[in-house]
């Protein structure tokens, strides 16, 4: 009985902790924070913008400047969250990214990497 206690104490704790990075996520989209969004990057991911072929086994850095490009070229301002959702050790969260005119879309899906959850993929269209 102790040790069913304590597997789902764990569980549920990491669940929280996973779910709080989710948030602090989504607080650094909403705030149109690329740098903070780029922390979550794993050191490896895939990337996509809008009418661009996706990059794959892009590195962090490069990922980063280019998200953050993509914010100031386009004037994002926010973010808007339709689903977040976790299934088998992956996150996903998509919404909207807001810019005053239609927006874009944005999928992020992130995996439990060295203890916490990194992003893996990037899309937006």
Avoid: C, W
Wanted: proline fraction near 2%.
């Amino acid at each position: 009985m102790k040790k069913l206690f304590l597997i789902l104490l764990v569980f549920f704790a990491s669940f929280g902790a996973h779910s709080q990075d989710a948030n602090n996520l989504v607080n650094a989209l909403k705030s149109a924070n690329a740098d903070e969004v780029s922390n979550y990057f794993d050191k490896i991911l895939d990337i996509k913008f809008p009418d661009k072929d996706e990059i794959k086994s892009i590195g962090k850095n490069q990922a980063g400047i280019a998200l953050k490009s993509f914010f100031d070229n386009n004037n994002i301002k926010g973010f808007e969250l339709s689903s977040q959702r976790e299934m088998g050790g992956t996150m996903y969260i998509a919404g909207k990214l807001t810019n005053g005119n239609e927006g874009y879309k944005l999928s992020i899906m992130m995996r439990t990497k060295e203890g916490k959850p990194q992003i893996i993929t990037v899309r937006i269209s």
